[in-house]
């Protein structure tokens, strides 16, 4: 039987790690064999990802990134997840939840999180309940914030693995995740957005048969304050098209574009299946986007 390309099951059945794209920029085919390939090497991508602890970014030069996460089991959107918990060393100020991209997994996020929680926030990386259904991906953030306000992880619980209640809470997405991170951002508590080469999916309007997209119109309604950090137009972040966003949001921080980014350079850490696919991963950009995140976090979570 062969699957449909966007079909859900489709995605879960190829391997974590793969950016394996819903509008197929590259073409069928090309997307189909990548695919093919990231089946293959799966465990073996699991298998080394389990030797480098989740929190070191590409070229673990941060020393915060030595932070262990602790790991819980949540449910989200009804289906139940992984999520990491980085714990800063006192009261945390606020929190940040990551959100990764496309077949990405909440690791990819990591060294973000452990270099938040070094500057005394803390940080969240939850696997996304869903492939391709960003509104339900959208959902679970959204309760996972209400958790983060209750200070529970579920309804009953006396508290959670972060200690207590967080009144102000920031999202952060990678490419995907970056849509299904805006689309929760007008969430009660959430006081900030940023997206990291961020996706948008192009829809098909049942009014008059035209398209739209799904991100751009939920942009255009979103007060929360917001950061955009994109590389230059890719095959692997849809030839830019999330640039929209940029004169849409009302309460827009900066759209800042790293001259010379590939997708690669806003995870943390980024690994070889991504830099295959999208191109090589530079420190110094790294480090841009690193800075620029922990500036905006600074700015909503003083």
């Known amino acids: 039987m062969r699957l449909r390309p966007t079909d859900p099951q489709a995605a879960r059945q190829r391997a974590d790690g793969a950016p394996c794209r819903a509008r197929w920029p590259w073409g069928r085919r ?19 990802s389990a030797q480098v602890p989740a929190g070191v970014p590409a070229g673990g030069a941060d020393t915060a990134a030595a932070l262990t996460p602790r790991t819980l089991a949540l449910t989200l959107a009804g289906r139940s997840v992984a999520v990491d918990v980085y714990r800063p060393a006192g009261t945390p100020r606020g929190a940040v939840v990551l959100s990764h991209g496309f077949t990405r997994s909440r690791t990819t996020l ?11 926030v803390l940080a969240l990386t939850p696997d996304l309940p869903y492939t391709f259904d960003f509104r339900r991906n959208a959902q679970g953030l959204a309760e996972l914030v209400a958790m983060l306000r209750a200070g529970a992880s579920a309804p009953g619980a006396a508290s959670a693995a972060w200690g207590g209640p ?3 809470v920031v999202l952060v997405g990678f490419s995907a995740g970056a849509l299904s991170s805006l689309l929760a951002a007008g969430t009660p508590g959430v006081v900030g957005y940023v997206g990291l080469d961020a996706f948008d999916r192009v829809e098909r309007a049942a009014a008059d048969g035209g398209n739209t997209a799904l991100g751009l119109e939920h942009a255009r ?40 980014a590939t997708h690669c350079d806003f995870e943390s850490p980024t690994d070889w299946m991504c830099r295959l696919a999208c191109g090589e991963a530079d420190p110094a950009r790294q480090a841009r ?6 500036q905006a976090v600074r700015r909503w979570l003083p």
């Open 166 to 168: 967080v009144d102000r």
């Open 289 to 294: 986007v690193r800075a620029a995140l922990l």
């Open 110 to 120: 990591g060294g973000h999180a452990a270099a938040l929680a070094g500057a005394g």
């Open 221 to 260: 309604t979103l007060k929360t304050e917001a950061l955009l950090l994109r590389a230059p137009p890719s095959n692997c972040n849809a030839q830019a098209v999330s640039a929209p966003w940029g004169t849409a949001l009302p309460a827009l921080l900066a759209d800042t574009v790293i001259e010379g």
């Open 30 to 48: 090309a997307w189909r064999r990548a695919c093919v390939i990231a089946g293959c090497v799966a465990a073996f991508a699991a298998a080394a």
